[in-house]
């Protein structure tokens, strides 16, 4: 059990650029979750899937953002046109159905 | 919806003072209930949990009991060290269903 892996750890775009962010959950943790936690706040969610299956997308922040999960093994989070805004951590976290979600160390997006 | 509520920080405690971090919830059905703590760059690590009404989750010295009466899930530790100072989120969440919910965190600082 390696934990959640997440990169990069650090990604700093330029203001209209698309940035990809990649989380590799627990082996054999059949949902993956990602958030947005920025300064002071606590982690907000954006999405998630059942193995391959997305559940939910509607928390995503706008239809600049998409996620992936093909296979149902690792997962992309997409930020398309990035705005300053887009600034903060995105986690990745992963659990089995019905037990408590480990988080990845995170990704930190600067949009410059 | 679910929402949590937890006490404004940061908190500055000296190395052995007694800990309590106030968290209530509001939740429709019966969540199962959380404590992450983030250390200075890292990513949220599962401090403690209680899946029903007056369980006690504990680990590392610290404890919280599920008051189904009060909607409370207060983090207490008897004797905090400086090895402690850390962000801690309470987050809500039906197991089988839905996402975590967090508070917005609670900057704790222990001083020698």
């Known amino acids: 059990d390696t934990g959640v892996s997440q990169n990069p750890r650090h990604k700093i775009t330029k203001r209209g650029q698309n940035v990809t962010f990649r989380c590799d959950p627990i082996?054999?943790?059949?949902?993956l979750y990602w958030y947005r936690q920025t300064l002071g706040q606590g982690p907000e969610f954006l999405t998630y899937?059942?193995?391959?299956?997305?559940?939910?997308k509607s928390r995503l922040l706008s239809d600049r953002f998409s996620a992936e999960r093909p296979k149902g093994s690792f997962s992309t989070l997409e930020i398309q046109r990035t705005e300053q805004g887009d600034s903060a951590m995105y986690l990745c976290?992963?659990?089995?159905?019905?037990?408590?979600?480990?988080f990845g160390q995170g990704t930190r997006l600067t949009v410059v | 919806g679910d929402s949590v509520t937890q006490m404004e920080g940061p908190v500055t405690l000296s190395e052995e003072a007694f800990l309590t971090i106030n968290c209530t919830y509001t939740?429709?059905?019966?969540?199962?209930l959380f404590w992450y703590v983030q250390y200075p760059g890292e990513g949220l690590q599962l401090l403690l949990k209680?899946?029903?009404?007056?369980d006690k989750g504990s680990n590392k010295g610290f404890e919280a009991t599920y008051r189904k009466e009060t909607t409370s899930f207060h983090l207490e530790k008897g004797s905090v060290q400086v090895s402690d100072s850390a962000v801690y989120f309470c987050?809500?969440?039906?197991?089988?269903?839905?996402?975590?919910?967090f508070g917005k965190g609670t900057r704790l600082s222990v001083i020698a």
């Open positions: 976290a992963s659990a089995r159905t019905n037990t408590e979600a480990f």
């Open positions: 899937f059942q193995n391959e299956a997305q559940l939910e």
């Open positions: 209680a899946t029903k009404a007056d």
């Open positions: 987050a809500l969440s039906d197991l089988g269903n839905t996402p975590l919910v």
């Open positions: 939740a429709t059905g019966y969540p199962s």
């Open positions: 082996s054999e943790h059949n949902r």
